[in-house]
Structure formats: structure tokens, C-alpha cells
């Protein structure tokens, strides 16, 4: 079975730092574009960042510029999103999503992928 699944999800403080890690099963992740992107309740669907298959290029979402990374580890056939200086407003289920030889550009603001994962609460409170 093809799948990807998120984890490392949770409440969290504003300010407080996570990391989700998605990992995929059935498929290996070498030569296809990851993304994370999130969903908040009444809002759209946005991409939050985006890594290249092949060259490792990055891309980000002006509202989580330096305070994301995005990350891949092929060998584990994992990405990870690591989340630091949370705000309330990142509060959103996160998911991932995985594109063969895609562009980020076709990933994150087209959105279009082959696999998403079911996703992973985030929520930043006091």
C-alpha cells in the first residue's frame, strides 16, 4: 500500500518549536518532491514549504520564513518540518504530499501531488 503518514503533531505553546516527520511506505521518496502544506478551520489549503527531489531547493511561505526548515533523509524515506517560534496562527492540520520530478512552483502553489497524507493537528495556545 502507498501511503504517507504524519506524526509529531500536538499543542504547543506560543513561541514552543515541533517537528513532523512524514514518512512513506510502498514507494521510496528519491525522485519525487516533498511538501508540507496546512489547513485551518474556514481557510484554504496553503502551502507552507516545499523540497526539491534532486538538488535539494527549497521553498517557503512568507509567513513561515526563518522560522521553518524543511528537511528530507532519504535514506529513511522521511521529511521532516521543523517548526520553530510558533504562533497561534500556524494553528492548522498539517499535511504532506509527494510529487514525482515536480516542480515547487507545480507542488506548492499548484498543489498538485500523487500522494497526501491523512495529517497531523497542530495547535499553538497559551
Known amino acids: 500500500q502507498l501511503q504517507l503518514v504524519e506524526s509529531g503533531g500536538g499543542l504547543v505553546q506560543p513561541g514552543g518549536s515541533l517537528r513532523l516527520s512524514c514518512v512513506a511506505s510502498?514507494?521510496?521518496?528519491?525522485?519525487?518532491?516533498i511538501g508540507w502544506f496546512r489547513q485551518a478551520p474556514g481557510k484554504e489549503r496553503e502551502g507552507v514549504s516545499c523540497i526539491g527531489s534532486s538538488d535539494g531547493s527549497t521553498s517557503y511561505a512568507d509567513s513561515v520564513k526563518g522560522r521553518f526548515t524543511i528537511s528530507r533523509d532519504n535514506a529513511k524515506n522521511t521529511v521532516y518540518l521543523q517548526m520553530n517560534t510558533l504562533k497561534p496562527e500556524d494553528t492548522a492540520v498539517y499535511y504532506c504530499?509527494?510529487?514525482?520530478?515536480?516542480?515547487?512552483?507545480?507542488?506548492?502553489?499548484?498543489?498538485?501531488?500523487?500522494?497526501w497524507g491523512q495529517g497531523t493537528q497542530v495547535t499553538v495556545s497559551s
Open positions: 510502498g514507494f521510496t521518496l528519491d525522485y519525487y518532491a
Open positions: 504530499a509527494a510529487m514525482r520530478g515536480a516542480s515547487l512552483f507545480r507542488l506548492c502553489v499548484i498543489q498538485q501531488a500523487g500522494y
